[in-house]
């Protein structure tokens, strides 16, 4: 597990862009509490997905409102899917991998 911020640096109903190992990586925090990590860029387009629209199903790219699931990463709008990354939450750390 590797830490990668504060989840008070995410508001909730919102993503934000993570450099892991020279990956970049979109955590969401949902409005439920529950967080979700995946690619941060579109591959349509290359669009930041952490700052697209969520909900607690799915995230729409600002670009082109190409939309994925959160839980899974399948493409919702016949792109291709996104990687999910595991993620959680112990005290206030965002924790990602296994």
């Given at each position: 597990m590797t830490v990668i911020g504060s989840i008070h640096d995410i508001p909730p109903g919102e993503g934000r862009a993570f450099a892991v190992d020279g990956d970049t990586i979109a955590v969401f925090r949902l409005r439920?509490?529950?967080v979700r990590a995946l690619s941060a860029?579109?591959?349509h387009?290359?669009?930041?997905?952490a700052?697209?629209?969520?909900d607690l199903?799915?995230?729409?790219?600002p670009l082109h409102l190409n939309a994925w699931d959160l839980a899974t990463g399948c493409s919702l709008s016949g792109q291709s899917d996104l990687t999910v990354y595991p993620v959680r939450i112990d005290n206030d750390d965002i924790l990602l991998g296994d």
């Open positions: 439920d509490g529950s860029v579109c591959p387009k290359g669009g930041p997905l700052d697209g629209q969520i199903k799915q995230v729409v790219c």
